[in-house]
Each structure stands twice: as structure tokens, then as C-alpha cells.
């Protein structure tokens, strides 16, 4: 499957306004995978998949999860991480996608992980700060990005963090995992 064929059934996936996010996530993984010494086709092509799943009823992402042995942990936190892995998943089994980096970026661009590559820091940052989020500390995200990979990407794990602490919700622990790996 070539790129363009690639971004039309993926745009077919999800609504206008989640494209659009798309699009500027891909846009700022080239600009970030330039900017640090990454590879920019590697880094659009994992933000191209990267919300493949997102608009999946929560039956099918269930379905997957178990269907596929993924970790049956998930289930058990807010189905928003969910996509991540099933769209690695769906990368690898629906659209071809073999290389093993660019699905880990994919797996953690919502929770992280200690220890993650570059590229998985670089998409799950694009995510963070793209240019249509608009959310408290976004700007500094974005100010910390001009230099700083893991200083920006920790402030965004911040970001979750605190948000998640003032709804009462669960933290996912490879969330947690990320954050202090970055601060060893």
C-alpha cells in the first residue's frame, strides 16, 4: 500500500476534525524528527496510523484486545488508551506496516513507556502539542520543543498527569514508567 492509498483509508476511519489533528500531528513529527536527528518518513508514516483506531466502537478495540493478546491490563483503564495499541496492531496485520519501531511509536503514543526510542518520543509529542491542542501549558510544550526533546515530552507527561489526577481518573503506570524514566 502506497503512502496516498495508505492516507485514504485512514481518513476514512475517523471524522473530519480527527484528520485534521492528523494531519498536524504528521506535519509536527517531520518537523520534530528533523529537528532531532530523527528519519521523517519513519516518524509521518507512524503519525499517519497513529489514530487509526481512535473512533473504533469500544466492542471491536475489546475484541482485539482480547482476540489478540494484548496486555488485558488496558481493559481495566480508560478505554482512551485503547487505540494506541490496536492501531499498532492494525498497522501491522491490516496495512503492512513491518517495521518494528514505527509500531512501537504507534503502541505509546498515549501512555509511553520508560526507555522509549526517539521516534516513539517524537510521535507521541507531535501528539501533544500539534498545532490545533489547545490546552493549559501547550505553549510551553511547544517553547520546550525548540531544544529539548525529553524536557518537552516530560512537560506533556506532566500535562497528563495533572489532568488526570484533578478528574480522579486512573494513571496508567506506563504513563508513570515514562515520566521517571525521563527524570533518571
Not at 7 to 35: F, N, S
Not at 102 to 111: E, N, P, Q
Not at 149 to 171: E, H, P, Q, V, Y
Request: hydrophobic residues 40%; glycine residues 6%.
Amino acid at each position: 500500500m502506497n503512502r496516498e492509498q495508505m492516507i485514504d483509508k485512514v481518513k476514512a476511519e475517523m471524522p473530519e476534525r480527527r484528520w485534521l489533528h492528523t494531519q498536524g500531528v504528521m506535519d509536527t513529527a517531520i518537523l520534530l524528527a528533523e529537528r532531532f536527528g530523527e528519519d521523517p518518513i519513519r516518524a509521518e508514516l507512524a503519525a499517519i496510523l497513529h489514530d487509526v483506531a481512535k473512533y473504533w466502537p469500544t466492542e471491536r478495540m475489546q475484541q482485539v484486545i482480547r482476540e489478540q493478546s494484548l496486555p488485558a491490563e488496558l481493559l481495566f483503564y480508560d478505554k482512551e488508551l485503547w487505540h494506541a495499541p490496536v492501531g499498532s496492531w492494525v498497522a501491522e496485520h491490516e496495512y503492512g506496516v513491518t517495521d518494528a519501531e514505527v509500531l512501537d511509536a504507534i503502541r505509546y503514543h498515549t501512555s509511553g513507556r520508560r526507555g522509549m526510542s526517539k521516534l516513539e518520543k517524537i510521535v507521541c509529542l507531535a501528539d501533544y502539542m500539534e498545532p490545533g491542542r489547545d490546552f493549559p501549558g501547550v505553549d510551553i510544550i511547544r517553547e520546550l520543543s525548540e531544544q529539548f526533546l525529553d524536557k518537552a515530552l516530560l512537560a506533556g507527561f506532566n500535562s497528563t498527569i495533572t489532568f488526570l489526577l484533578a478528574k480522579g481518573k486512573r494513571i496508567f503506570p506506563l504513563t508513570v514508567e515514562a515520566r521517571n524514566g525521563l527524570l533518571e
